[in-house]
């Protein structure tokens, strides 16, 4: 075992595949990587990228596991051996998309699939088994990694500052990095600021009440609003607006903090939906409000804790909300710094928490310490990670 590893890290350049599956339910990212160096030396660069999506029925069952109301021990226990052949294939699937045989790559690094989040116990699980995937790539496979931040008192989340911080700090321009997936989460990055200045935190919700009120809308007919469409042709009731977040308690809350499907549920996005209906409200008006709370969410929690320590130039945004007029609209309104795309920093938005992972994983195998205290809220800083070896 131990020349397998050490043979992987003398390597000046490693091939690697990070693997993500979000509060989105969307699909597996799967982002192959050419990976140079450690920590502050870490060269990254993107070859391949694909998403398997999930179908109706995957998402269903994963979706009915978030819950404890009608998740069971045995369909947990089944999708965990599932999941991990899923995202095996997905490894199998980006590689073959590069024209490039799974033997030359030298490990695979998965976030896995959260189904249930408890921070404030310490607790949290993902699902995906890491062992499945080992099996299906016949790759060294890293993953798992919230547990060990959590077991030092952290929230487990977010884990992607500390990748922000090696690629997007800058010297003279301090930086907020807003990733919307399902949840929405920001990483404050200090001009010039070293890695005991960054701090990061959930603001809330991203895409996940979004995408809930489109399926109750048209009963399970769409997921998402593409594009943001449908919330651009509607309008915005902003008294129904500031009772909702006024309503929020999440937003009053003080980092370090994480969120998830557990405060954010779909119970919330159909009583939001009703309560939209009788008050004689639009499909679309219902849709562009629900948008609007993400946006102002986001901007609250800049405004109440990020601004106060630090003056913000640049937000950068990636995730799925990133591909959301209406969204990005709103929040290039509203935000007092320029609102961009990520891509303006030459990254793409769709693989960049994919590649995230990838990176964790080699400061994994490399042995270094991955967490940011300062954004989990853990007493240390801790190696994160979980290994699996295949059995060639």
């Known amino acids: ?99 490039m045989s799974l033997k030359g790559i030298d490990f695979i690094s998965s976030h896995g699939q959260t189904i249930y989040h408890m921070p404030e116990k310490n607790s949290t699980f993902q699902i995906g088994e890491l062992a499945v995937i080992a099996a299906v790539t016949e790759a060294v496979t890293v993953g798992d990694f919230r547990p060990s931040d959590m077991a030092y008192g952290g929230q487990g989340a977010p884990l992607v500052p500390y990748v922000d911080y090696l690629l997007f700090s800058h010297p003279d321009k301090s930086r907020v990095l807003l990733n919307i997936g399902g949840m929405s989460n920001i990483t404050v990055l200090k001009a010039d600021g070293n890695e005991d200045d960054v701090w990061a935190f959930d603001t809330g919700p991203g895409n996940v009440l979004i995408d809930a009120v489109m399926k109750i809308g048209t009963n399970g007919r769409m997921n998402y609003d593409l594009g943001g469409v449908m919330a651009l042709s509607g309008r915005t009731c902003l008294d129904w607006l500031s009772k909702i977040l006024a309503e929020d308690s999440y937003l009053d809350k003080k980092p370090p903090k994480s969120t998830g499907r557990e405060y954010y549920t779909l119970d919330y996005a159909g009583k939001l939906y009703t309560y939209g209906i009788g008050m004689g409200l639009s499909f679309n008006d219902i849709l562009a409000t629900i948008t609007c709370y993400t946006a102002h969410a986001v901007e609250s929690q800049l405004r109440r804790f990020v601004e106060p320590k630090c003056k913000v130039d640049e937000v950068f945004v990636s995730g799925g909300g990133v591909h959301n007029k209406a969204l990005m609209q709103e929040l290039k309104r509203i935000i007092k710094a320029e609102v961009k795309s990520a891509e303006e920093l030459d990254f793409s938005v769709d693989a960049k928490e994919a590649v995230a992972f990838a990176i964790l994983g080699n400061e994994f195998l490399s042995g270094r310490t991955n967490n940011l205290p300062g954004a989990t809220g853990a007493a240390k800083k801790v190696i994160m990670g979980k290994l699996a070896l295949p059995s060639r």
């Open 1 to 99: 075992m131990i020349d397998i590893l050490n043979n992987i890290m003398e390597k000046d350049k490693k091939l690697c595949i990070g693997l993500m599956s979000g509060t989105s339910l969307d699909g597996i990212d799967a982002a192959l990587v050419e990976i140079e160096g450690n920590y502050k030396d870490t060269k990254v660069r993107l070859l391949e990228f694909l998403t398997l999506p999930y179908s109706q029925v995957e998402r269903e069952f994963i979706l009915r596991l978030c819950s404890p109301s009608t998740s069971k021990i045995d369909d947990i226990c089944e999708m965990n051996v599932y999941l991990g052949n899923r995202m095996g294939q997905a490894a199998v699937k980006v590689a073959q998309k590069a024209g």
